[in-house]
């Protein structure tokens, strides 16, 4: 199950990682965010050895959000060394969200 991610908490959980880390920005009015919410948890479980997952509620942290200009929700993204490296908008189907993370792992 991904972890809630919170702004007091994201330096040390996303810069203090030694595996990657991905962040699904989220909020539970959004359909596709809660459509895509149990691929992320199974994401969460089925990578856990190489990925940390976390989810951002874009209402309960704003300025996350608009630290890392979120305009449309889902939206993941990809860090490495606490630092962006991908982004995915939307949701998508499972194996091709997975596919994308692989070849950016």
Not at 42 to 61: F, H, P, T
Not at 63 to 77: E, G, M, N, Q, Y
Request: glycine share 6%.
């Amino acid at each position: 199950m991904a972890k809630a991610l919170t702004t007091s908490d994201f330096e040390s959980v996303v810069s203090g990682s030694d595996k990657p880390v991905l962040v699904d920005f989220w909020a539970p009015w959004c359909g596709p965010c809660r459509a895509l919410g149990p691929t992320i948890d199974q994401i969460s479980q089925e990578m856990a050895d190489r990925l940390d997952v976390y989810k951002c509620n874009v209402d309960e942290e704003p300025d996350l959000a608009t630290k890392f200009r979120i305009v449309s929700i889902p939206t993941l993204i990809l860090f490495k060394g606490g630092k962006p490296v991908h982004t995915i908008v939307g949701g998508m189907p499972k194996p091709a969200l997975v596919a994308e993370l692989e070849s950016n792992l």
